[in-house]
């Protein structure tokens, strides 16, 4: 058992891109726009949610005709909320090391530590091609991007820091002023070996695709062994799309419009470039490589999770998946504002309670033993 005493922590994915968080043509209350995503942030950080996500697209498609950047977007929910940290999502590739550290040393003094960083190695082909930057390998954009985050690092806690990798190259370089302690954490996603191999030695969090509380203990089992081989350690969040309701029966009737009103076209060419990330893996094990047509109406996986359902099973569920060693639920939703209120109010008190609960019945476990 891997459950840790830590209260798991809730995430919301930020709807900086249009067209919401699933290829559907259901309606979906949500809006791309600042002043629609710094009320969701104050919602958010008044409901309980510990971190917010801001996503990166560089290109159209499937949907999302349009998006703001991450980093300043991620500057902007910051400035509007006093507790709430969020994570910018960056790729490497077209974004070099220094600058990512720069902007978010920066950010990270103008609000005392809230910002993080998400590393995405690249899944979207077309989306690199259009800019001109090169794509690599499926396990060489891993290998760049633990570069990367080792430069970070060096960049934030080192003075005339040198680097001699093969994807970046640093010379005497100090950064001043150096983000606040504690560091700004580091996040990063995927699937596949090179993901959770990377996340073993270097990353602060790993974000894995939506899944069934068994194919995530899997996971987790095998990043934790890894990471202590490593002495590194490294926490848990994982991908699921909440539809939370007075009864099942909604939140299932809620979940089938979702799939019926999918946008066939735009589901398969999500697919089509997933592949590149999922299937290109080496052991074909990556996001998305065993993924259905239902399950990519859902960026990444989120229905598999299954938290869909009444608030007390939504909340039994996430407790089954903190037992099996999950610190984090990355959380998409239709209808964003309402639903993280309702989320708030219905959901995490009975995940406190519950948490609650167990660590009553361990204590008396452990005065039993004693």
């Known amino acids: 058992m891997t459950t840790t005493n830590s209260p798991i922590k809730f995430a919301y994915w930020v709807p900086n891109v249009s067209g919401g968080?699933?290829?559907?043509?259901?309606?979906?209350?949500?809006?791309?726009?600042?002043?629609?995503?710094?009320?969701l942030a104050q919602i958010a950080?008044?409901?309980g949610f510990d971190y917010a996500l801001s996503q990166i697209r560089f290109t159209a498609g499937y949907g999302a005709e349009y998006q703001h950047e991450s980093v300043s977007f991620s500057h902007a929910l910051l400035a509007a909320t006093t507790t709430l940290k969020v994570i910018a999502a960056i790729l490497p590739g077209p974004w070099h090391p220094a600058v990512v550290a720069k902007q978010l040393a920066t950010i990270n003094?103008?609000?005392?530590?809230?910002v993080a960083v998400n590393i995405v190695s690249g899944w979207f082909r077309s989306e690199f091609t259009a800019i001109g930057e090169p794509w690599l390998d499926h396990d060489e954009r891993y290998r760049r991007s633990?570069?990367?985050?080792?430069?970070?690092?060096?960049?934030w806690t080192a003075d005339n820091f040198d680097f001699r990798g093969d994807f970046y190259r640093f010379t005497n370089y100090s950064l001043k002023p150096k983000p606040i302690d504690p560091q700004p954490e580091i996040f990063q996603g995927g699937s596949s070996r090179a993901a959770r191999d990377m996340a073993s030695r270097v990353s602060d969090w790993y974000f894995t695709n939506g899944n069934s509380v068994e194919g995530i203990k899997a996971q987790v089992d095998d990043i934790r062994a890894k990471a202590k081989a490593n002495d590194h350690s490294?926490?848990?969040?994982?991908?699921?799309?909440?539809?939370?309701r007075d009864t099942e029966a909604e939140a299932q009737a809620v979940l089938k419009d979702i799939i019926d009103q999918a946008n066939p076209e735009a589901v398969h060419a999500f697919a089509h470039e997933a592949a590149n990330a999922g299937k290109a893996s080496p052991e074909r094990e990556g996001n998305w490589a065993k993924s259905t047509f239902e399950d990519l109406v859902q960026y990444n996986d989120g229905f598999k999770t299954n938290l869909i359902g009444t608030p007390q099973q939504i909340a039994e569920r996430i407790v089954a998946l903190k037992e099996v060693g999950v610190d984090l639920v990355l959380l998409g939703f239709?209808?964003?504002q309402e639903e993280v209120a309702y989320f708030g109010k219905h959901v995490i008190p009975l995940v406190?309670?519950?948490?609650a609960k167990a660590a009553a019945e361990a204590g008396v476990r452990v005065q039993a033993a004693e």
């Open 21 to 39: 968080l699933v290829i559907s043509k259901i309606e979906q209350r949500t809006s791309w726009d600042i002043g629609y995503n710094k009320k």
């Open 45 to 47: 950080e008044a409901s």
């Open 109 to 114: 003094h103008l609000t005392e530590g809230r």
């Open 146 to 155: 633990e570069e990367f985050i080792r430069v970070l690092r060096g960049i």
């Open 234 to 244: 490294v926490k848990i969040g994982v991908n699921a799309f909440a539809i939370a």
């Open 334 to 336: 239709l209808h964003f």
């Open 352 to 355: 406190r309670e519950l948490e």
